[in-house]
């Protein structure tokens, strides 16, 4: 089936990659995919496929569906917004064009064996702090869906080994002005609890599984040096590969806010800046086919020894129904790191393109046997079910 599955894929090959550069070269930000999503919705109408777009009461989601009768009911998801000032150093053109590669094949492949079931692309915007997914998700994108598969570009070719729950917060804090020189004793100041929310969560580090991840900026901070700042802002990302620790990293980051706030005088506000991330449950019978597809091509692979440290509102999917979300090396032997300028120029050039769509095929073939096999079928639920090991 791989064999054919590269056939089909090396067909439409020229304007996938018409696809992957145009989307390159016009990098959009979460929810501003215009073109993206229309480019992608073009290659599909013009190979005969119906898109629903806007879906979900999102712009720039979209959904297209081969439906070959009653049977097993598979997504493939395609994110394509790019990052603010780097352009895609995350490499979601790539992400785009091989869903639409392993869509067209598995859906050509269910033409020509006559294999009932449904194939689902779905077109999923912002990933990049936006929770395209998150929303997706809730608005029941998934309903009906049995089994899932993304693929994203990366350093090295790996299987899906989970990623962290991320919580975004921003906190301002709120205080009063005064001359800082001539009349100290009458002001609040706003930064000073910013400092000393910084300060607390740097000294719980100490006391937090490895697992767990917390970064913070600062937004705003005052003005000028002789003013007490009155109002100053953060952002923090908190993080937890074990979800068990959401909630608790959460909790005692608001207690350090209530601490900052006693310590200065100042009141804080919290809330949530974008839509939480869930961690991947990753699928250790997927994660196999995949890297089984992706070594017949030739690709060298690699297994990590932890989950990855990332986020990604994939995990918003895989929570819900069984899925991967797995890499494909985006250069040869450089290894560039995402969100890096180095990441953004490889994902325009040969091997990227040519790697994605290898795991373009490996993603169809997962496709093509979820639907076909149903004891493969029936593994891939059950990991999900007592919730497997990655790999
Ligand atoms: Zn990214
Ligand atoms: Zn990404």
Known sequence: MLNRIIEIIGESKKGLRELSDALWKNPETAYKEFFA???????????????????????????????????????????????????????????????????????????????????????????????????????????????????????????????????????IFHGKCAHAAAYPEKGINALDAVNLLFTGVNTYRQYVPEHVRFHGVILEGGTVPNVIPDRARCRFYLRSADEKWAPIIEQRFRDIVKGAELMTGATAEIAPFRPAYRARKPNCTMNHAYIEYMEAQGAAIFIPKRAGRGSSDFGNFSQLVPGIHAYFAVAEKSEPTGHSQEFAEAAGKDFAFENAMRAAAAQANVACRFITDPKFRQAVKDDFKKGSKAY
Request: charged share 20%; proline share 5%.
């Open 37 to 171: 999503a229309s480019e992608a919705a073009a290659f599909l109408e013009k190979r005969g496929f119906s898109v629903t777009k806007p879906y979900c009461d999102i712009e720039t989601a979209f959904r297209c569906e081969f439906d070959n009768g009653p049977g097993p009911v598979f997504a493939i998801a395609a994110e394509y917004d790019a990052l603010p000032e780097i352009g895609h150093g995350c490499g979601h053109n790539l992400i785009c064009t091989a869903g639409l590669a392993a869509f067209l094949a598995t859906a050509q492949i269910m033409k020509e064996k006559e294999i009932k079931g449904k194939v689902i692309l779905l077109g999923t915007p912002a990933e990049e702090g936006g929770g395209g997914k998150v929303f997706m998700a809730e608005r029941g994108a998934l309903e009906g869906v049995e089994g899932v598969i993304m693929v994203h570009p990366s350093a090295k070719n790996t299987p899906d080994m989970g990623s962290t729950a991320n919580i975004g917060l921003e906190v």
